[in-house]
């Protein structure tokens, strides 16, 4: 079975500080694992995934995850954030061919 | 192209009514999803559906039912409404399994009173 846990239920940080919102999961198997972003008032949309490969994930919005086998992490990161990026994001796994497990997420708010 | 589509968007039913959620995809999409959203907990997964015709259940299936008579529509009903459904409902689709993109609806907000 897979887990998904996100250790942070909210972040703030100001306008052009870096960010990094963090994601542990659990599994048996071998995962693949996602970031998506909820804006307010809307469905989630992908950031990015991984799947397999290159351990850094670029996404859109200028995010960027880090797959860590070794501690079963997929940390999220931003090097300068704006103001648009308040929204929450929830990390993800999936081990099965139909579904996948969203953690709790994190609210990401942004201070001028 | 209008992606994922849901309706109605607001719902408001007392205690021991019906209603049916309705969500359309325009993608040609062969796997769809209704998950519900409440606070701190995430994304659940209700039911989910791989294909035209078939339904599988998710995490928290009880007090639904779903349908997938037409590859482009997928509906969640809930038979008998409780408070402990009050939620936002949103429904995605994918191409393909779960390690493909999944595109979300705007989701429904239903209360239960």
């Known amino acids: 079975a897979q887990s998904v846990t996100q250790l942070d239920s909210q972040v703030p940080v100001f306008e052009e500080a870096p960010v990094e919102l963090r994601c542990n999961y659990s599994?048996?198997?071998?995962?693949?694992l996602f970031w998506y972003v909820q804006y307010p008032n809307q469905g989630l949309q992908l950031l990015l995934k991984?799947?397999?490969?290159?351990?850094l994930v670029k996404g859109i919005n200028g995010f960027e995850a880090e797959f860590n086998k070794s501690q079963t992490s997929f940390h999220l990161r931003k090097p300068s954030v704006h103001i648009s990026d308040t929204a929450e994001y929830f990390c993800?796994?999936?081990?099965?061919?139909?579904?996948?497990?969203f953690g709790s997420g994190t609210r990401l708010s942004i201070r001028p | 192209n209008a992606g994922v589509t849901q309706t109605p968007k607001f719902r408001v039913l007392k205690t021991g009514q019906s209603m049916t959620l309705l969500c359309a995809q325009d993608?040609?999409?062969?796997?769809m999803y209704w998950y519900r959203q409440d606070p701190g907990m995430g994304l659940r997964l209700i039911h989910y559906?791989?294909?035209?015709?078939?339904?599988a259940k998710g995490e928290v299936p009880d007090g639904y039912n779903v349908s997938r008579l037409k590859k482009q529509n997928f509906l969640l009903g809930l038979e008998s409404a409780a408070p402990s459904q009050t939620s936002v409902y949103f429904c995605?689709?994918?191409?393909?399994?779960?390690?493909?993109?999944?595109?979300f609806g705007p989701g429904t907000r239903l209360t239960v009173l």
């Open positions: 995605a689709s994918s191409y393909s399994d779960s390690t493909d993109t999944q595109y």
């Open positions: 599994s048996s198997v071998s995962v693949y």
């Open positions: 991984y799947l397999s490969g290159s351990t």
């Open positions: 993800a796994v999936s081990g099965s061919a139909s579904k996948i497990i």
């Open positions: 993608m040609n999409h062969e796997y």
């Open positions: 559906s791989v294909g035209e015709g078939t339904t």
